[in-house]
């Protein structure tokens, strides 16, 4: 194979969000997905413990019989509760009656821990929590939070962590400090399967200066075998721009995306002038080197008077529905600032709450032409398969054609351009034929390149798929 060409890609489905796939194109440009919808509040505080707001911290897991959620209830004291909530459907939520955790004399609540009083002072307790498919069924759930307080002037917390067989009930790790760095906002936090390791994302404050600008805020990240031991954090992911106050990436946001193998999303929310966070998009192939599809808001601000006017967080993990994702963050109405000088004058209890952003399949970035034809031909590859599928969206006034080329570039007969059969529609699998025919069994293993060619088209992912698939 030449020395442009990419790895086997097997039948694994290959999502097109960056240019990593790209030889040459013209006419195709990367470009962020929208929104297929939002939806909310789907929970909002409710009980004592969670009187003044829903915390900026959710996490979500898929079981076989339901789906799970934790989030921080803020109470009127400035401590938070990490509290659990259930869904058959991901839209109506259940807070059980879990019985566990004392607050003001009883245990009628949806609180599952309050930092097994590791945390002193309890200011604030937070997940992530995530599913460890490597564990023993005792450690299944586990979840990174505040520890006890550092000796730093901002008052900040170790990051500890804690382990669980069901999501409810919980177990100190008995560690302080388990990743070598401070708590000072939501982290991230997951089992990645491609390198057999534990990563962590928290936020860095750079020293808590840098580029002449206080509190300048980025993401780091850190890997681990153990869950208990973690080298130092390194800085992976910076906004870029050198103002004291527009210069921040306020938390990490990173999703590990389960359903293709090497996709991983940021969605962290810039820190404005204005005291306002939305939500931002950034795409790896590593966890580690991020781009940017696009500087504008992957979700905006909901209106005046919303949830979700003011501040939006996304936290960990996210649902398959049929040919959906679902991604869940938590919205406030309050600024930054606003909040906590309403906290002490205790103006408007009971703020925010959890909201979701509806999506594509696969669709958080795509390669799209507009009404000029646009080309784009990858680099050489390898596949396993009988036919090739495409996510693509054309709508009613799109088109795409797919060539198969050889390694050096010649078209393959019966796949060549004059072969390639229109493809129209909006489909998350649409079957590529050539002149009827969608077999391309005989030149599995060989040396080939796609070539797309399209207009007025978003372009998602490809899969080279078995007939049995």
């Not at 590990?256 to 810039?270: E, G, I, K, Q």
């Not at 209106?303 to 967080?313: E, I, L």
């Not at 969608?438 to 060989?446: H, I, M």
């Amino acid at each position: 194979m030449s020395e442009t060409a990419l790895p086997h890609l097997g039948s694994d489905k290959q999502l097109l969000f960056d240019d990593f796939l790209t030889d040459r194109k013209d006419g195709f440009a990367t470009t962020m997905g929208a929104p297929l919808g939002r939806e909310g509040p789907l929970i909002v505080p409710e009980g004592p413990w969670e009187d003044y707001f829903i915390d900026t911290k959710v996490s979500v897991v898929q079981r076989e019989d339901r789906y799970q959620l934790w989030y921080a209830g803020m109470d009127d004291t400035f401590t938070s509760h990490l509290c659990y909530a259930q869904s058959t459907d991901g839209r109506r939520w259940e807070k059980p009656d879990c019985g566990l955790i004392e607050f003001r004399g009883g245990t009628a609540n949806n609180i599952v821990y309050d930092g097994f009083n590791c945390v002193d002072p309890p200011s604030y307790v937070s997940g992530p929590v995530f599913l460890d498919p490597t564990a023993p069924d005792e450690r299944r759930y586990k979840c990174v939070f505040p520890g006890p307080a550092l000796m730093h002037p901002q008052n900040v917390h170790t990051l500890t962590g804690a382990y669980s067989p069901d999501g409810i009930h919980w177990t100190w790790c008995g560690k302080d400090q388990i990743v070598p760095w401070y708590n000072d906002t939501y982290n991230s936090a997951f089992w990645d399967p491609r390198i057999e390791r534990y990563v962590v994302y928290a936020r860095d404050n750079v020293g808590w200066t840098h580029r002449g600008a206080p509190y300048y805020r980025a993401v780091n990240r850190t890997e681990s075998a153990d869950f208990e031991n973690f080298p130092v954090p390194e800085c992976v992911l910076e906004a870029g721009v050198p103002d004291p106050q527009e210069g921040q990436l306020y938390n990490p946001g990173v999703l590990l995306y389960p359903y293709v193998a090497n996709a991983y999303f940021a969605f962290p929310s810039p820190f404005y002038r204005q005291d306002l966070l939305d939500l931002r998009l950034y795409t790896s192939r590593d966890g580690i080197r991020f781009t940017q599809p696009c500087n504008a808001p992957f979700l905006t601000l909901g209106q005046a008077g919303c949830f979700d006017a003011s501040m939006m967080m996304v936290g960990g993990g996210c649902l398959r529905r049929g040919d959906e994702v679902w991604l869940y963050y938590a919205g406030l109405p309050g600024g930054h600032t606003t909040i906590l000088d309403d906290l002490v004058k205790l103006e408007h209890p009971r703020w925010g709450g959890v909201g979701l952003v509806r999506m594509r399949l696969d669709g958080f970035v795509s390669q799209r032409a507009e009404n000029e034809e646009g080309v784009l031909t990858t680099r050489p590859f390898r596949f396993s398969g009988n036919r090739l599928q495409v996510n693509m969206n054309a709508s009613a006034g799109g088109v795409l054609r797919i060539e198969l080329l050889s390694d050096a570039g010649a078209p393959l007969p019966g796949y060549t351009r004059a072969e390639a059969d229109p493809l129209y529609g909006n489909d998350v699998r649409k079957t590529v034929t050539w002149s009827g025919n969608p077999d391309v069994s005989r030149l599995s293993g060989q040396d080939v390149r796609l070539r797309f060619r399209g207009k007025a088209v978003d372009l998602y992912a490809f899969q080279f798929l078995p007939d049995d698939a």
